[in-house]
Nanobody
Framework: QVQLVESGGGLVQAGGSLRLSCAAS????????MGWYRQAPGKQRELVAA???????NYADSVKGRFTISRDNAKNTVYLQMNSLKPEDTAVYYC??????????????WGQGTQVTVSS
């Protein structure tokens, strides 16, 4: 089992910055991809950014150039640096991890979520 714990959310003004952290614990062996999703009230959960164990990244178009995802494999932690925040970034941000258990089984894990609110 994998547990994901997010931290760093909060209330910021438009144009400000925030850094989210997600620490993974438990059966972390074979975790391949970690990332961040977000969900605003009444909307579907959407991918914000993801990073593989090898360092490859991808971002949602809406955050490219503003957000940066990074990973510290030694600490089993993924970070999301969010700059130039906009009110549209307001959402609950969820940490995500993808783990290859066996050649025939994979698992997805989710953190409890951390609220990010951007005021105008």
């Amino acid at each position: 089992q994998v547990q994901l714990v997010e931290s760093g959310g909060g209330l910021v003004q438009a144009g400000g910055s925030l850094r989210l952290s997600c620490a993974a614990s438990g059966s972390i062996f074979s975790i391949n991809t970690m990332g961040w999703y977000r969900q605003a009230p009444g909307k579907q959960r959407e991918l914000v950014a993801a990073i593989t164990s090898g360092g490859s990244t991808n971002y949602a178009d809406s955050v490219k150039g503003r957000f940066t995802i990074s990973r510290d494999n030694a600490k089993n932690t993924v970070y999301l640096q969010m700059n130039s925040l906009k009110p549209e970034d307001t959402a609950v941000y969820y940490c995500y991890a993808f783990r290859v258990v066996t050649t025939t089984e994979t698992n997805d894990y989710w953190g409890q979520g951390t609220q990010v609110t951007v005021s105008s």
